[in-house]
């Protein structure tokens, strides 16, 4: 029984609530990756071609909730959203997303309108999930449309309380959170043989509950970047100065035993692009398996990349999630570099290949291959928490079809 979607219901001079992630990078008030609101454009869409009023709603940054804040408007955005949507006429109603200018551009909608309200954060009720708060946002709503699987992990008042607010009234998923729980998700969980992972990043804490869930279901998993020292540390093998969480030391041995007793095989890197400091000019070598002192492991090794790159090019399905070493640093980007053109070649084979957001979902966009695997996550820490098992009550109170 899959989830109601946007298109499912009649939106036609109806009133369209619809919590997007416009959470979007701002540099002096230029957005430099609008990734996150070209993937909202189908759900937008959805609602203002067939004569809905829509509402948009998202956060932006972190405000500390108590009223406007120049640095975290949502005016960028909204200028970009009228370049993306030419003849669609956009009202962007600055201030507090409750108010009264909100108010009146709402009742102001006309069948095929949009209204964008403001930073949601910039009310403090927002965080809290406040159910007054949630009320006033829910009031004159017709439907609610969840198109947010970037913060679909946290309840706050526009996840959570406003979709509780409106009880009895359509609820539904917008297609891009239809698609990233159909990813990572469903297709995780009926995944067969020729499943691997990639797991890497700077912290085993970060990824050890992803570890855990993923040993029981994958056939291999492929660890990098700087939680491998832990992990190696954790083994017994020196790693000289790279960088290890000694308090996961336990933790780490202990994953590295639950994967001799389970499933999935665990695989560490044999050899190191190490250097002398860390800096793109600093002395370079490569050192394995383990590391000499004063040297530091910055990216996986030759022989590594080799490996992980023949793993990962020929199984049916992958999932990626973290860097395997300092990718925005040239030339310790190479190992990250290979896993993301391997995982294009999984992919031209007929593989199901995902990428799960965060510093992972940024290298495969520098690289310039995101557009050529199935799919790469919009969400960093929702598709963390969806790796590990986790379900949603943002997602859980959606309408379910019959």
Known sequence: ?????????DVRGKRV????????PIEQGRITDDRRITQA???????????GRLVLASHLGRPDGTGHE????????????????????????????AGAEARGAIDGLADGGVVLLDNLRFERGEKKGDAAFAARLAEGMDIYCNDAFGTAHRNDASMYAVPCAMAGRPRVAGFLLEKELRFLSDAIASAGPGFVAVLGGAKVSDKLKVVSHLLTRVDEILVGGAMAYTFLAASGL???????ESGMLEPASRALAGSREGRARLRLPVDHHAASAFSADAARRVEGPGIAEGWMGLDIGPATIAAYSAAVAGARTVVWNGPMGV?????????????????????????????GGGDSAAAIERFGLADRV????????AS????????FDSVELLDRAP
């Not at 290979?338 to 990428?355: K, L, S, Y």
């Not at 963390?384 to 379900?391: A, D, S, V, W, Y």
């Open 374 to 381: 199935s799919h790469v996550s919009t969400g960093g820490g």
């Open 238 to 244: 020196a790693v000289g100065a790279s960088r290890v």
């Open 384 to 391: 963390l928490e969806m790796l590990e098992g986790r379900t």
């Open 17 to 24: 609530f619809m919590r997007v992630d416009f959470n979007v």
């Open 70 to 97: 120049a640095a975290y408007c949502l005016r960028p955005v909204a200028d970009r959203l009228a370049g993306l949507l030419p003849g669609v006429p956009i009202v962007f109603a600055e201030g507090s997303c």
């Open 41 to 51: 454009l189908p759900s937008i869409r959805s609602v203002v071609d067939r004569g």
């Open 1 to 9: 029984m899959g989830r109601v979607t946007i298109d499912a219901v």
């Open 327 to 355: 990718f925005e640093m040239p030339p310790f980007d190479a190992g990250t570099r290979a896993i993301a053109t391997a995982m294009v070649t999984a992919t031209e084979r007929g593989a199901t290949t995902i990428v």
